[in-house]
């Protein structure tokens, strides 16, 4: 699967909701960030917590343009819970944080704009 950082991406090709339902989007608070210096790309490790089903889970995030581990703590994030676990470097990546490109192409996270419940599932 190739993901682009392009925010003029074109379309992507039609999927049925089945697809879109099998893919688990849960939102998380952030309870620990820190540099991710051995990563190919500058990142941050991320601990989130997805409540109490889930649990927290771990991710790398390429997202150091506008954010750093002191203004991520306690934020509200959107992850995809159902991937398998990604090896990155020493680092066990568990969930995939979303974002969106900005017009330069650096990550801006994605996130509700009013609180939920961690663990909420996207509908």
Do not use: C, W
Request: proline share 9%.
């Amino acid at each position: 699967m190739h993901v682009t950082h392009d925010p003029q991406a074109p379309e992507s090709e039609t999927i049925g909701f089945d697809a879109f339902l099998a893919v688990d989007i849960r939102i998380g608070t952030i309870i620990a960030a820190e540099p991710f210096p051995e990563a190919r790309k500058p990142a941050l490790k991320l601990v989130i917590d997805f409540g109490s089903v889930i649990g927290h889970k771990r991710s790398s995030a390429q997202i150091t343009e506008h954010y750093t581990p002191d203004d991520l703590i306690g934020r509200q994030v959107a992850a995809v819970v159902n991937f398998p676990p990604r090896q990155i470097g020493k680092f066990l990546s568990e969930v995939l944080t979303l974002g969106f490109a900005d017009a330069a192409g650096a990550v801006v996270l994605f996130r509700p704009d009013l609180p939920v419940p961690d663990g909420s599932r996207l509908f």
